[in-house]
């Protein structure tokens, strides 16, 4: 079973930045869009970014400004450069693939993004 495999979370001070990787354990044929999803204790999970294949990006309006999604289609890897970060930006980050004509799902186990002083 395939896998999106995440890196780069971890702790940063506010205003502080970090880069979050994520790419699969094996071969998904035909990535139509990738993205990042967050869940912070107590809340639902929600969107933070998404780019398709055809570099169509999305942004949470909490994010955007501040965040940058991008991805290597070669490596089938996805990027998030986050910026100017926020206590309120702590969470847990997973990475999420739709593929094969946007019918098969994959995620991430997460990573932990802790913003704080």
């Known amino acids: 079973q395939v896998q999106l495999v995440e890196s780069g979370g971890g702790l940063v001070q506010p205003g502080g930045s970090l880069r979050l990787s994520c790419a699969p354990s094996?071969?998904?044929?035909?990535?139509?869009?990738m993205g990042w999803y967050r869940q912070a204790p107590g809340n639902q999970r929600e969107l933070v970014a998404t780019?398709?294949?055809?570099?169509?990006?999305n942004y949470a309006d909490s994010v955007r400004g501040r965040f940058t999604i991008s991805r290597d289609n070669a490596k089938h890897t996805v990027y998030l450069e986050m910026n100017r970060l926020k206590p309120d930006d702590t969470a847990v980050y997973s990475c999420?693939?739709?593929?094969?004509?946007?019918?098969?799902?994959?995620w991430g186990q997460g990573t932990q993004v802790t913003v704080s002083s």
């Open positions: 094996g071969s998904i044929f035909s990535i139509n869009r």
């Open positions: 780019i398709t294949s055809g570099g169509i990006t």
């Open positions: 999420n693939a739709l593929a094969g004509g946007w019918k098969y799902e994959y």
